[in-house]
């Protein structure tokens, strides 16, 4: 176990489905598009799957910014 982690940094894990990918190019274009938001940490989008991975700090961003990051990038979050 690591020392040094700060409790004032919460990482969380989320996966949230998403709709309207169709192969790795728009995986990319989701990835790139959650990646600019502040406290992300990793996105994996899958389009098989219909998923998107996010590890992120929830003290510098929130779900909804999240999701609203993934519809700007013009995917849909119900089918
Ligand atoms: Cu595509």
Redesign the pocket.
């Known amino acids: 176990m690591f020392a040094g982690g700060t409790e004032t940094e919460k990482i969380r894990t989320k996966v949230i489905p998403t709709y309207g990918?169709?192969?790795?190019?728009?995986?990319e274009?989701v990835t790139n598009e959650v990646m600019k938001l502040e406290g992300v940490k990793s996105v994996k989008a899958d389009?098989v799957n219909k998923t998107v991975t996010v590890k992120y700090d929830d003290k510098k961003v929130t779900l909804e910014q999240l999701k609203a990051a993934i519809v700007n990038a013009g995917y849909k979050l119900t089918e």
């Open positions: 990918m169709h192969c790795s190019g728009c995986e274009t389009h």
